[in-house]
């Protein structure tokens, strides 16, 4: 929609009374990470008491259950969504698809770059963690920790792996991300910096298909 045909909007009222299903960020649209923006809580849940479909898409590298959970811990209301899509899920079922058809192989050394040693993007599936480069057989970017470290540090992590051609997926396309101090780089700029060094990298979250 161009400029010349903006809609300016109070809240999703008026909207409601146009659309049955509405699809809806979390992150900058929900809430910013550590709290609700003003309001995200009551609407979410006035749409799904007026019968609306609501699901939830996220760049999160998580799977959909604990971005669920991070949620209802900030206070949004059980049932108040119809489904959560996070590229995290939709990369654990393709790894899943992958081991099925032997394209991904059983027991595959893979790198983990997460937030707070979280490690839900792999939970279940038959790969072994390495915290090193040189036996890393797969780097998965899901998070940045872009609000603790520069990208300095993870040009001296990934470097080797790069140079090795071993092939990379970024769950967390987000080039930037909201952090408690700020705007700090996400996991898409890491992944962007991987291909810098010489490596290759799929990327599997919005915008790319």
Not at 55 to 68: D, M, Q, V
Not at 94 to 106: A, E, N
Not at 196 to 205: D, Q
Request: with cysteine; aromatic share 8%; proline share 4%.
């Amino acid at each position: 929609m161009s400029a010349k045909h903006a809609m300016h909007l109070d809240g999703v009222a008026a909207l409601a009374e146009r659309y049955d299903v509405f699809l809806l960020d979390q992150f900058g649209v929900l809430h910013d990470g550590q709290q609700p923006y003003p309001g995200a809580v009551e609407a979410l849940s006035a749409l799904k008491r007026a019968g609306k479909t609501v699901a939830l898409i996220s760049n999160s590298g998580k799977r959909a259950e604990p971005n669920e959970r991070r949620l209802l811990k900030l206070g949004f209301e059980a049932g108040s969504w119809d489904h959560f899509v996070s590229s995290g899920e939709v990369a654990w079922r393709i790894f899943t698809d992958m081991v099925r058809k032997g394209t991904l192989r059983s027991g595959t050394r893979c790198l983990l770059i997460s937030r707070d040693g979280d490690r839900s993007a792999i939970e279940g599936l038959p790969l072994v963690l390495t915290e090193g480069v040189d036996d890393a057989e797969l780097v998965l970017i899901a998070a940045s920790e872009g609000d603790r470290y520069g990208l300095d540090h993870y040009r001296g992590l990934l470097g080797p792996a790069a140079a090795r051609q071993v092939p990379c997926f970024c769950t967390n396309p987000d080039r930037i991300m909201l952090t408690a101090v700020g705007q700090r780089f996400g996991a898409g700029e890491i992944a962007d910096l991987y291909e810098r060094l010489g490596g290759s990298v799929t990327r599997i979250g919005k915008p790319y298909p």
